[in-house]
């Protein structure tokens, strides 16, 4: 049951241009995503964030897009630097719900 | 303040042993919760724990597996008669607070191998 879809498992990028993130889900009944960053050997650390209620959330270089309709939402990085290189997870929450679901994570390389 | 901790940060068991992974989550933190990430795969919710009492364990394995998190010390996720199948990252994560819109913080996870 993967409600939560990454379909690009890499995404390779030149330093200084932009960076898209692509995430599907299927539960219309999510009402909050998250990204996650992961580094090698490193837990998830939360990047940014964003409600059902909205369309966009932005914070610094990073800024998520959501799609209602077409249950799609996108993280940006612009400009991206070779830091952020890292494995970004894409996670949906129901409303009150204590677990996440998860995608299987896109493995950004940006190169210098 | 000391972020999630968690420990070992490499476990290796035969099959049919037991294991043990400990978690210890941020200070002020009364919520656990437990995920397992397989090979080439996203994290998958395991269980979510207050203190001493378990919450929902709905993406937890019926059998073999058990979690705690006592009044006193850490959250266990105990495994016992392991299999090969069981190996995969196992990572903790704590929150303030309950419900959808509180963030949640990640430890480093530990990693079970199973030979």
């Known amino acids: 049951d993967q409600q939560v879809k990454q379909n690009s498992p890499s995404l390779s990028v030149q330093e200084g241009r932009i960076s898209i993130l692509n995430c599907d889900y299927t539960n219309s009944m999510f009402d909050y995503f998250l990204w996650y960053k992961k580094y090698p050997a490193e837990g998830p650390t939360f990047l940014i964030s964003?409600?059902?209620?909205?369309d966009k959330n932005e914070d610094g270089r990073f800024t998520v897009f959501l799609n209602k309709s077409a249950k799609h939402l996108s993280l940006h990085i612009v400009p991206s630097q070779p830091g952020d290189s890292a494995v970004y997870f894409c996670?949906?929450?129901?409303?009150?719900?204590?677990?996440?679901?998860f995608g299987a994570g896109t493995r950004l390389t940006v190169k210098p | 303040n000391a972020g999630v901790m968690q420990n070992p940060r490499h476990l290796v068991r035969r099959r049919g042993q037991e294991a043990r992974l400990r978690c210890s989550p941020m200070?002020?933190?009364?919520?656990v919760y437990w995920y397992r990430q397989l090979p080439e795969e996203g994290l998958k919710f395991m269980v979510y724990l207050q203190k001493e009492n378990i919450i929902d364990e709905s993406g937890m394995p019926k059998e073999r597996f058990s979690a705690e998190f006592p009044k006193e010390g850490p959250s266990i996720l105990r495994i016992q008669q392991v299999v090969r199948g069981d190996s995969a990252a196992y990572f903790c994560?704590?929150?303030?607070?309950?419900?959808?819109?509180?963030?949640?913080?990640f430890g480093p996870g530990t990693r079970l191998t199973v030979l």
């Open positions: 994560a704590s929150s303030q607070y309950r419900g959808s819109r509180n963030e949640q913080f």
């Open positions: 964003i409600s059902s209620i909205k």
């Open positions: 200070k002020g933190h009364s919520h």
């Open positions: 996670a949906a929450r129901l409303y009150n719900n204590n677990d996440m679901r």
